[in-house]
């Protein structure tokens, strides 16, 4: 039987989701969609957007298409080339246009720009490194991620500033009260819509929680769908705050799920024990959504608050197949 998984999220996050899942096809028949945010406005991506009005950023997409990329020797050589980033040329004596950009964002801006539709675009890109799985954006155009967050002067500790852009948003000090996005209703797309429909797993996470997770909670048609679906819902937490999530407590990071899409029913929640702590304040959080704990380690063996795909795999297998 196959299991149609679609997994959400955007960056290195998401990557580590895809690998993972890529891990558990050696023991599971697998059908991987990938659905990707398109805020991305930092460093190359952010570069493209500004430059060549992008219609969405392709980083993000970019990681997704290199997580998902079949393993013989010609695709993997041309998932390297997707992410070999050009350096900086020593010495130059006029600005280096190339210097930053991975090849990989060059491709799929050309791409879009040739065929005129993102979709197609990916598509495109996925056949040349034999991708297993497919890669879709979270939607049509590009979208800002804006947010209100307290303190984010540390001079004026109590005053709530808006801060726009994804990248300013994940590095601003503070407390983040609040996350929206612009347009409000960006064009979705409807493969990702029919994925989402036939899904038998959503998966969620990890990745930034404001500004990679749930912006997919944030577009109006992919909300809805994923409301609907009659998917089982997984949600994997990070191993770590960052600074979006800053004083947030794990079971914290449930409750948005929950602010922001009320009404959420989510199936299994995936956390690493050590993590974690205290249990019970994250079985009561999750059992509010309807979900069950499992606890698993799934970070590198170096100790950094990083998912190591294989072990984040290991621990998928049993709780995907248990839907068989």
Not at 3 to 24: D, E, I, T, W
Not at 31 to 55: F, H
Not at 205 to 214: Q, R
Not at 259 to 264: H, K, N, V
């Amino acid at each position: 039987m196959t299991l149609r998984v679609v997994a959400f999220g955007g960056g290195h996050g998401l990557s580590a989701s895809l690998r993972a899942l890529r891990r558990c096809s050696r023991e599971l028949d697998l059908e991987i969609t990938a659905i990707v945010t398109v805020g991305d406005d930092g460093g190359s991506s952010g570069r493209l957007r500004a430059e060549r009005d992008a219609l969405i950023p392709p980083g993000d997409l970019r990681q997704a298409l290199a997580a998902l990329a079949a393993r013989e020797p010609h695709t993997q050589r041309t998932a390297e080339l997707l992410q070999h980033r050009f350096a900086a040329m020593p010495a130059a004596e006029t600005p280096d246009g190339l210097a930053g950009h991975p090849v990989g964002n060059l491709l799929l801006l050309g791409l879009m720009e040739m065929l005129g539709d993102p979709v197609a675009a990916l598509d495109h890109a996925a056949a040349m490194v034999g991708a297993q799985g497919r890669v879709l954006p979270m939607a049509r155009r590009k979208i800002d991620i804006e947010a209100d967050v307290l303190g984010a002067d540390p001079s004026r500790p109590d005053e709530v500033t808006t801060v726009r852009g994804q990248h300013n948003v994940a590095v601003t000090p503070g407390h983040l009260a609040a996350v929206r996005i612009e347009p409000p209703d960006p064009p979705t797309c409807d493969e990702a819509i029919a994925a989402i429909t036939g899904a038998d797993w959503l998966i969620f996470g990890p990745g930034s929680w404001y500004t990679s997770v749930l912006p997919h909670l944030l577009v109006p048609g992919l909300a809805a769908a994923i409301s609907a679906s009659p998917a089982r819902r997984l949600v994997t937490l990070n191993l770590a705050t960052d600074n979006e999530t800053h004083g947030l407590s794990v079971a914290d990071h449930l409750a948005a799920l929950h602010w922001y899409r009320p009404g959420l029913r989510v199936d299994t929640v995936l956390a690493d024990a050590k993590w974690v702590g205290e249990p019970e304040p994250v079985h009561q959080a999750a059992e509010s959504l309807g979900a069950q704990l499992v606890l698993a380690p799934l970070a590198v063996a170096d100790g950094s608050p990083r998912h190591d795909p294989e072990a984040l795999g290991v621990a998928l297998v049993p709780v995907l197949g248990a839907a068989r």
